[in-house]
C-alpha cells in the first residue's frame, strides 16, 4: 500500500492556502488537473511555512513543534513513479496519471517531483508498447494486457526495478521486449510482470513474475542496506526518510539495553536502523511481502537482535499485551488512517517508557496522541515535522512520547 496514495486523502489545509483557483501561476501544464501538486505555485519557503503553521495550529494542545524538516531539493524527489496506459485511436499511447477524482488518464511526460530518470524509461516504454504492438488495459471491455508500469530507483545504488502490470499472465515477446528495453536503459537492473486480475484501485495484484533480474532492488539507508520488492512499502523520498529515521531513533534516547517494538515495519527499515543501539528488536508488519524482505534484509546487514512478525499491528499487539511482554520502546508508523483501538489500546497495557509516533497522516496523528496523554498516561514531549512531499499538501511528522510515572 502507497502511503501516498491519492484514495485516502481526507485532510487538506488547502482552503486555507490556495484561494479560489488552484495553482494559478503553476509552471506545471496538468497541474490543476493532476491533483498531485497542491503547492506547485509556491515557493518551496512557502510551502514550508503553511505546513509548519497547520501542523503547529493541529497539534498545539499537545505542545509547540520544532523547526520543520524541509528538503535540500525540493524537485525529482520521489523514487517511485506510478503511471497508467493507454493506447489511443491514432494508436499513440500515453501513460500518465488519473485526472483527479475520474479514471481518465492525463498524459503525463515530465513532472517536477518525479524521478527524472524513470520518467525518460517511461517514454522509453510508451515508444516500446506501440512498436511491439501490445496491447492496453480497457476498464470497460476487460480487453487488453498492459495496466500500468511502476518504476522504482534505489538512489544510492543506481539499481532500478521496472514493474509491468499487466491483466493476464501471457505476456507476447516478452524476451524481445525486455531485451529492447534493457538495450535503451542498460541502468534496469530488474524487471517484473505483475499480474493483476482485479478492478480495484489498487495498482498491483499479488503475483509476481521475474521477466530480468533478481525480482528486487537494493537501496541504503542510514548505512543499511535494504531489499524491496515489487509490493514492499518503501518510503518515496529517500534524501528525508534518512532525517526522519535519525530523528525517530534520536528521540527515542536508546542506550543499548532496550526492548524496541517497530509496529507497521515495512521491509524493517527504523527497526535495523534503531537495532545497533537496543538490546532486541521486535518487527511487525502486515504485509508478508514486506516481511519476507525484512527477514533477509536482517540478513544482509547481520543484524542479529531482530525479529519480525507478520502480523496485523493490533493483534499482534493485544498478544503481547495478554502475555504481559516487556517492551521499553515503541515506534509506530501507521498508515495514513492512524492505528486502531486494539493497538492503541495494547500499546497503553504495555505501558513502554517511550513512544516514537512517525506519521503521514496529521489528523490521525492528532486524535491518537489525543488517546495516548488522556488521563495523563502519556506526556508529549517533542514533535517536529519532516516535509517528504514538496509541493504536495502531505507532510509527516514525529512525535515522542514519554510515559508519566505514577
Ligand atoms: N515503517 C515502514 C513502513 C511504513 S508504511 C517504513 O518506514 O518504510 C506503513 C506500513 O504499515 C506498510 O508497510 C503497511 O503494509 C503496514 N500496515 C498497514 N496496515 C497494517 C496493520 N494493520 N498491521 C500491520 N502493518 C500494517
Known sequence: MSKYSK???KYSHKKTTTGAKKNIN?????SDRCGGCQYIDKSYQE??????EYLGKLLKDFGDMEPIMGMENPYHYRNKVNAAFKRKKNGEIISGTYEEGTHNILPVTSCFIEDEQATKIMGTIRALVRSFKITTHNEDTGYGLLKHVMIRTARKTGQIMVVLVTASPVFPSKNNFVKALREAHPEITTVVQNINQKHTSMVLGDRNQVMYGKGFIEDVLCGKRFRISPNSFYQVNPEQTEKLYMK????????????VLDAYCGIGTIGMVASDKAKEVIGVELNKEAVRDAIQNAKLNGVKNIRFYNNDAGKFMVGMAKDNAK???????????GSDEAFMSSVMKLAPERIVYISC??????????YMTKGGRYRVERMVGCDMFGFTEHVESVVLLSRVKP
Open 7 to 9: 484514495e485516502t486523502k
Open 26 to 30: 503553476s509552471p506545471c501544464p496538468i
Open 47 to 52: 510551502q514550508l511555512t503553511i505546513k509548519e
Open 248 to 259: 525517530a531513533v534520536e528521540f527515542a534516547g536508546l542506550t543499548g539495553k532496550e526492548v
Open 327 to 337: 517492551v521499553d520502546v515503541v515506534f509506530m508508523d501507521p498508515p495514513r488512517s
Open 361 to 370: 497522516g496529521p489528523d490521525t496523528l492528532a486524535r491518537d496522541l489525543k
